[in-house]
């Protein structure tokens, strides 16, 4: 049983392994930044009225990722690893952010279900960043009263290119 729970480390330790804080930091926000993708790009496939809410949450996402790249590369490779974590904490603060999370929930249930499996995913890629830091994990946001299976999540990983088992859903 020791067996099979030390693999998964010593998978996670051989993809970083040689790789400094930076670099790790940069491969957890291709994710975040893959999801915002895929919602600019389904968004448009929403009601309208749902595209009325929906859109002003995806901007300040994509402005959030922007901030958090900017962070990741302002602390450069000398950066420390709970400086990171700070990284992306900011950034789920400002995409799960109460207020706009309650515009969402207005939506009809069919977009509220799209938005939550985009929120979900986000906040997935933050707590798999933050618990490689050392940080704290974020809550999962509600927006819908379906919450993403695990089938979904793992669906969105692999359309992203990147391993389930780093989401850690």
């Not at 926000?29 to 600019?40: F, H, R, T, V, Y």
């Not at 994509?62 to 450069?76: E, H, K, R, S, Y």
């Not at 700070?86 to 400002?94: L, N, S, V």
């Not at 207005?106 to 939550?116: E, L």
Request: net charge neutral; glycine share 8%; aromatic share 8%.
């Amino acid at each position: 049983m020791k067996m099979l729970l030390t693999v998964p480390l010593m998978m996670a330790a051989i993809v970083f392994s040689g790789c400094n804080a930076q670099q790790k930091a940069q491969d957890f926000e291709k994710p975040i930044n893959g999801i915002l993708q895929i919602a600019e790009a389904a968004y448009p496939g929403l009601p309208p009225a749902d595209q009325a809410i929906v859109k002003p949450w995806i901007n300040i996402g994509v402005t959030a990722d922007n901030q958090l790249q900017t962070c990741i590369a302002t602390l450069g490779t000398g950066g420390k690893s709970a400086q990171f974590a700070t990284c992306f904490t900011a950034f789920a603060g400002i995409f799960t952010d109460p207020k706009q999370l309650a515009l969402l929930r207005v939506m009809n249930p069919d977009s509220q279900s799209k938005a939550q499996l985009w929120a979900t995913a986000a906040i997935l890629a933050v707590n798999a960043a933050v618990k490689v830091f050392g940080g704290t994990s974020q809550p999962l946001p509600v927006i819908a009263e379906h919450q993403p299976s695990r089938q979904e999540i793992e669906a969105m990983a692999r359309g992203l290119g990147i391993p389930a088992f780093a989401y850690g859903y």
